[in-house]
Nanobody, 128 residues
Framework: QVQLVESGGGLVQAGDSLRLSCAAS????????MGWFRQAPGKEREFVAS????????YYTESVKGRFTISRDNTKNTVYLQMNTLKPEDTAVYYC?????????????????????WGQGTQVTVSS
């Protein structure tokens, strides 16, 4: 498995920006798709964005398109989530996850239960 550590969360106001980071170790980071999920209180964990192993094949959930950008730096074993124009409904714990197999995609319909490598999460709170 891969070990994942998220950082960059915090308390911001609506309209502000944050950049989340997820540092990976433990297996060949550059061969795995990576993704971000989030879980709000009382809700299920949901897909936010993913990126292919080579930086291509980016997917976003509809509610964040045009506001969030996922990227990765394979030389640093790190994936990022740039979040702009934040809204109160973006408030959640954000988790990064690694794809289940090398050179496979992480599509938006992939269920969290199908992924076995997760970080501990980072809290993002957006006040109105």
């Amino acid at each position: 498995q891969v070990q994942l550590v998220e950082s960059g969360g915090g308390l911001v106001q609506a309209g502000d920006s944050l950049r989340l980071s997820c540092a990976a170790s433990g297996r060949t980071f550059s061969t795995y798709a990576m993704g971000w999920f989030r879980q709000a209180p009382g809700k299920e964990r949901e897909f936010v964005a993913s990126i292919g192993w080579n930086g291509n094949n980016r997917y976003y959930t509809e509610s964040v398109k045009g506001r969030f950008t996922i990227s990765r730096d394979n030389t640093k074993n790190t994936v990022y989530l740039q979040m702009n124009t934040l809204k109160p409904e973006d408030t959640a714990v954000y988790y990064c996850a690694a794809g289940p197999r090398p050179y496979s995609l992480m599509v938006p319909t992939m269920a969290p239960k199908d992924l076995d490598s997760w970080g501990q999460g980072t809290q993002v709170t957006v006040s109105s």
